[in-house]
């Protein structure tokens, strides 16, 4: 069993890329055409490598006034029956989901009835919607599914821009699963909608008139109706897993900003052989002997002094902290769930969910700052990428305030009071 200290400082709570897409959907590097002279919000995010667009900046496109001109019936009926292979992947995608609720508040030691597992805005919702079509659209390697996936991606934008928001999507929900069956039940009677046959097609024809363009591609209805959304087989398994796998991140991402807590927990000083770069010996050192004891635990360090004395020595002073529940380090069996890798680029569990650095970093609602404690990545302070509150940056609190972490010289000086015995530190 690992040493334990208890934590000493107050915890501060922690809790998007925004990832959205454009009209008629957004998948990758990706705008969809309107009116010239009409100005869409967009921003550029990142998914898998891929650029996806959101809602912030204007930005103008232009579409062809012939799209829809040549579109037979036959083809509109073929582009209904590609959506409704969609819908039911969808019916059959929700309720998997849902179920890893129960699973995530399992791994962090509590439940979905946690005081803090509360009040999700509509718009967090809708982009985790967005997320799992993404996620399909661009890592399920299915080509035939995409313009399916765009139109399904289209109308989530636009609810999330408040464009035809249905009347009964409330602004908030109390719990997750209330909002995540609600999204589930507009997105089947959406689709549903659209493929209603009444008037040659009316719903469809009106809801998709532009070209899309994504990746350098464009997709128009005449896509919808030329491609094939798989049923029941590999290509459908592998849509599935990509969505489910985007759906997890974002139910981490989500739980972990809502109901955990940083705590700066621990102070050290160790004295390693000099020889190999200081970072590199740090880094060594915490694959070997912290992240085998603590796997939820961040850590940073500083350099102290050397000694020449045969056999010449570093010395440097480690720092890192928990993110919990209550501000207690993430259990082990939540750890295999999430890190992909224990310091930066040494992979140990190819199946995790996430480079431990971008959870520490992002997965809070106020920016958490490092003082002068150096990364193991490359021995430098300061955060290795822009505080986005990881997908979510709606649930991120508008503040300047930022939350500092004293650095190693205030540390230092307080040396024997960090020294205290590791058998205190909590699970």
Same mark, same amino acid.
């Given at each position: 069993m690992a040493p334990r200290q208890r934590p000493r400082r107050r915890p501060f709570a922690e809790s998007r890329r925004r990832r959205a897409i454009h009209k008629s959907c957004a998948l990758g590097k990706f705008v969809a055409a309107r009116p010239k002279g009409i100005g869409l919000k967009s921003c550029k995010l990142s998914l898998h490598g891929y650029s996806v667009l959101s809602c912030t900046e204007d930005v103008q496109v232009q579409i062809n006034p012939n799209a829809m001109a040549n579109t037979s019936h036959q083809d509109l009926a073929a582009a209904a029956a590609n959506l409704t292979r969609l819908r039911a992947w969808v019916l059959d995608l929700y309720p998997m989901g849902i179920e890893y609720e129960t699973a995530v508040f399992n791994l962090l030691q509590s439940t979905p009835e946690n005081g803090d597992w509360t009040n999700f805005v509509v718009n967090t919702m809708i982009d985790i919607g967005i997320l799992m079509m993404a996620?399909? @659209?661009?890592?399920?390697?299915?080509? @035939?599914?995409?313009? +399916?996936?765009?139109?399904?991606?289209?109308? =989530? $934008?636009?609810?999330? %821009?408040?464009?035809?928001?249905?009347?009964?999507?409330?602004?908030?929900?109390?719990?997750?699963?209330?909002? $995540?069956?609600?999204?589930?039940?507009? %997105?089947?009677?959406?689709?549903?909608? =659209?493929?209603?046959?009444?008037?040659?097609?009316?719903?469809?024809?009106?809801?998709?008139?532009?070209?899309? !363009?994504?990746?350098?591609?464009?997709?128009?209805?005449?896509?919808?109706? !030329?491609?094939?959304?798989?049923?029941?087989?590999?290509?459908?398994?592998?849509?599935?897993?990509?969505? =489910?796998?985007?759906?997890?991140?974002?139910?981490?991402?989500?739980?972990?900003?809502?109901?955990?807590?940083?705590?700066?927990?621990?102070?050290?000083?160790?004295?390693? &052989?000099?020889? +190999?770069?200081?970072?590199?010996?740090?880094?060594?050192?915490?694959?070997?002997?912290?992240?085998?004891?603590?796997?939820?635990?961040?850590?940073?360090?500083?350099?102290?002094?050397?000694?020449?004395?045969?056999?010449?020595?570093?010395?440097?002073?480690? $720092?890192?902290?928990?993110?919990?529940?209550?501000?207690?380090?993430? &259990?082990?069996?939540?750890?295999?769930?999430?890190?992909?890798?224990?310091?930066?680029? $040494?992979?140990?569990?190819?199946?995790?969910?996430?480079?431990?650095?971008?959870?520490?970093?992002?997965?809070a609602t106020t920016q958490p700052q490092f003082g002068d404690w150096r990364d193991l990545s490359d021995g430098t302070p300061g955060p290795k990428s822009p505080f986005t509150g990881g997908a979510f940056p709606e649930e991120t609190k508008k503040t300047k305030d930022l939350l500092v972490i004293p650095g190693p010289a205030e540390a230092h000086n307080k040396k024997a009071e960090f020294l205290t015995s590791l058998a205190e530190l909590p699970r």
């Open positions: 996620g399909a @659209a661009i890592a399920g390697g299915v080509s @035939a599914a995409v313009p +399916a996936i765009a139109g399904l991606s289209a109308f =989530l $934008h636009d609810w999330g %821009i408040g464009k035809d928001r249905p009347n009964n999507l409330p602004g908030f929900f109390a719990k997750f699963q209330l909002g $995540h069956e609600k999204m589930q039940e507009l %997105i089947e009677q959406r689709l549903s909608s =659209l493929v209603d046959p009444k008037d040659n097609y009316k719903n469809l024809s009106e809801a998709w008139k532009d070209k899309i !363009s994504f990746n350098g591609n464009t997709y128009t209805i005449g896509d919808l109706a !030329s491609s094939n959304f798989p049923g029941l087989g590999d290509s459908y398994n592998a849509l599935q897993k990509a969505a =489910l796998r985007e759906f997890k991140k974002a139910l981490w991402n989500l739980a972990i900003m809502k109901t955990c807590k940083y705590w700066s927990n621990y102070e050290k000083e160790i004295t390693l &052989p000099k020889g +190999a770069g200081t970072t590199v010996a740090v880094r060594n050192w915490a694959q070997q002997n912290l992240y085998k004891t603590n796997p939820g635990v961040f850590l940073r360090y500083a350099y102290i002094d050397t000694d020449n004395n045969p056999p010449p020595t570093n010395t440097f002073q480690l $720092h890192y902290w928990n993110l919990g529940i209550n501000g207690y380090e993430l &259990p082990p069996d939540a750890c295999k769930e999430l890190f992909m890798d224990d310091t930066p680029g $040494h992979i140990i569990n190819p199946d995790g969910l996430f480079n431990r650095v971008y959870v520490f970093e992002q997965f």
